[in-house]
């Protein structure tokens, strides 16, 4: 690395301060339009007007644009979780936080459909959005159980909000839904109440 | 690879008609015993009285050892919940789905303790176990629909039944645990309903 291009980067990063967010457009763009698989992080950096050592500041490799958001997700979850009324039941509280989740998603719906659109195309990328929902729903029976919540409730509840969640998601970014993420996530934990009352 | 090696393989293999599950036996032990990133493909080889290419025969790689047995898993899975007495609920068919396979299992508890055991000791393996278990929803969320089940009721029923599966697989698998995995499976959807049913 020549002393030319890291003045180089630090004179662009410090002009465009928004260099993170250029990257992340310009990435789901190309993955968007050649395909996940055939965009290179050069291609990603050029089309930002950025240089490749300032996409590896801010995003380990090509992936990393898609789930770099989710720690902070998580973090929005969790908080909502703990911080929801006392003596809520278990579901109810993970209600709420999925409500704070939707309000978060509901702000990005456009990114939301276009990185769900690339995570599909590509198994890898499935798998890893497998993962994180896995993280989300530990990370969901552990504040479950920072209210009081017992085993196996908490994981249970975890789970089961993580999947009622994942369904009401797929349903959201349909180009046809025009209902709220929370007011789906509504209907589909109500589903699942009906169904475990059957038979 | 040489003739005579070739030869050796179908000697051996001809004479030892069960050198997939010593290969199997082999793995597990010396997953168990050094980890499974420290073991390699001609230890095990070695452990069954085989040679390495005897273990590709059967195996892509080494955590193929520990999956393997998945697809008939999901097959014995599938077609419990396909066969299932006409006008049961979803739950009590994906339910009938479950004791067929924790009557596979109960019959092969120490494999699925000390396989359990290695899977949690590496991330690689603790992901395709997900993976594998994702897919396992898809396949109930299928039969069911197979039987009539509408969206969102059979994959909602398929990811719920596959987490209370997963959490009483892994109560199951602990050393005091004396109770039958199909009793548990019972306890953790009852354990659902009653959860569901609060707030």
């Given at each position: 690395?020549?002393?030319?291009?890291i003045m180089y980067d630090?004179?662009?990063?410090?002009?465009?301060?928004?260099?993170?967010?250029?990257?992340?457009?310009?990435?789901?763009?190309?993955?968007?339009?050649?395909?996940?698989?055939?965009?290179?992080?050069?291609?990603?950096?050029?089309?930002?007007?950025?240089?490749?050592?300032?996409?590896?500041?801010?995003?380990?490799?090509?992936?990393?644009?898609?789930?770099?958001?989710?720690?902070?997700?998580?973090?929005?979850?969790?908080?909502?979780?703990?911080?929801?009324?006392?003596?809520?039941?278990?579901?109810?509280?993970?209600?709420?936080?999925?409500?704070?989740?939707?309000?978060?998603?509901?702000?990005?719906?456009?990114?939301?459909?276009?990185?769900?659109?690339?995570?599909?195309?590509?198994?890898?990328?499935?798998?890893?959005?497998?993962?994180?929902?896995?993280?989300?729903?530990?990370?969901?029976?552990?504040?479950?159980?920072?209210?009081?919540?017992?085993?196996?409730?908490?994981?249970?509840?975890?789970?089961?909000?993580?999947?009622?969640?994942?369904?009401?998601f797929e349903r959201w970014?349909?180009?046809?839904?025009?209902?709220?993420?929370?007011?789906?996530?509504?209907?589909?934990?109500?589903?699942?109440?009906?169904?475990?009352?059957?038979?």
């Amino acid at each position: 690395m020549s002393a030319s291009v890291i003045m180089y980067d630090l004179i662009v990063t410090r002009w465009q301060p928004d260099s993170r967010g250029r990257l992340e457009r310009s990435a789901l763009e190309l993955y968007s339009e050649r395909g996940f698989e055939n965009t290179t992080v050069a291609e990603i950096a050029e089309r930002a007007g950025l240089t490749e050592r300032t996409f590896f500041r801010y995003f380990a490799d090509k992936p990393e644009v898609l789930f770099s958001g989710g720690e902070h997700l998580e973090e929005i979850f969790s908080t909502a979780v703990r911080s929801a009324p006392e003596g809520l039941s278990p579901f109810d509280a993970a209600q709420a936080g999925l409500d704070a989740v939707a309000e978060l998603l509901e702000q990005r719906r456009d990114f939301a459909v276009l990185r769900s659109s690339i995570i599909a195309t590509n198994q890898e990328l499935r798998e890893r959005e497998l993962i994180k929902l896995q993280s989300l729903a530990a990370a969901l029976a552990q504040a479950l159980r920072s209210r009081g919540a017992k085993e196996p409730s908490a994981t249970l509840t975890g789970e089961i909000a993580i999947a009622v969640f994942k369904i009401a998601f797929e349903r959201w970014v349909e180009p046809t839904t025009e209902e709220a993420l929370n007011k789906i996530v509504r209907e589909i934990f109500q589903e699942m109440r009906v169904l475990s009352n059957q038979g």
